[in-house]
T-cell receptor
Framework: KNEVEQSPQNLTAQEGEFITINCSYS?????LHWLQQHPGGGIVSLFM???GKKKHGRLIATINIQEKHSSLHITASHPRDSAVYIC?????????????FGKGTHLIIQP | DTGVSQNPRHKITKRGQNVTFRCDPI?????LYWYRQTLGQGPEFLTY????????KSRLLSDRFSAERPKGSFSTLEIQRTEQGDSAMYLC??????????????FGPGTRLTVL
């Protein structure tokens, strides 16, 4: 079964802390997405990557294709970063071209 | 704003009724996806279109569900004879596919369905 596992499921941290969320998957992929979902449902795409590392503001995403693992880092975390962060992959080699999602990491940044 | 839009944002219906949701993708995007998300879970893929062609359907999409994208622009998702288990957030996303690569998917705000 093609699965996407995220850890931790829940994370509470103090403002300013460095945050790491992890994602692992089971088979080869063509791309991996990191998404942010706020209460009320809206999903925003943060990154799409297939190799290496991407940075946008305080957010950094890395992927290791050989280890089938990706991380999302938030530097100098802020209460407005509080949201659910979802890892999603697009599997290569045929099958549905939609994304397969992890269950998400619920992040709370306390002031 | 030229993002992905979905209507209605909320729908409450009684069990057994039919409901239809609409998604308007970003105008230059040729791929459109439907996902379903239940409380506390990540979204699950339902189906996707490339232009007007429905290329893939998940096994989650029972015979009561039908999706169309008749002119390759907006899409509708209809659920017939709704059941309480259909209560979920229905998400639409669009992207631009250019042969060997697909751009990131942009999500709409979702339609929250409650079946009483």
């Amino acid at each position: 079964k093609n699965e996407v596992e995220q850890s931790p499921q829940n994370l509470t941290a103090q403002e300013g802390e460095f945050i790491t969320i992890n994602c692992s998957y089971s088979v080869g992929i063509s791309a991996l997405h990191w998404l942010q979902q706020h209460p009320g449902g809206g999903i925003v795409s943060l990154f799409m990557l297939s190799s290496g590392k991407k940075k946008h503001g305080r957010l950094i995403a890395t992927i290791n294709i050989q280890e089938k693992h990706s991380s999302l880092h938030i530097t100098a975390s802020h209460p407005r970063d509080s949201a659910v962060y979802i890892c999603a992959v697009m599997y290569s080699g045929g099958g549905a071209d939609g994304l397969t999602f992890g269950k998400g990491t619920h992040l709370i940044i306390q002031p | 704003d030229t993002g992905v839009s979905q209507n209605p944002r909320h729908k409450i219906t009684k069990r057994g009724q039919n409901v239809t949701f609409r998604c308007d993708p970003i105008s230059e995007h040729n791929r459109l996806y439907w996902y379903r998300q239940t409380l506390g879970q990540g979204p699950e893929f339902l189906t996707y279109f490339q232009n007007e062609a429905q290329l893939e359907k998940s096994r989650l999409l029972s015979d009561r569900f039908s999706a169309e994208r008749p002119k390759g622009s907006f899409s509708t998702l209809e659920i017939q004879r709704t059941e309480q288990g259909d209560s979920a957030m229905y998400l639409c996303a669009s992207s631009r596919y250019r042969g060997s690569s697909t751009d990131t998917q942009y999500f709409g705000p979702g339609t929250r369905l409650t079946v009483l």
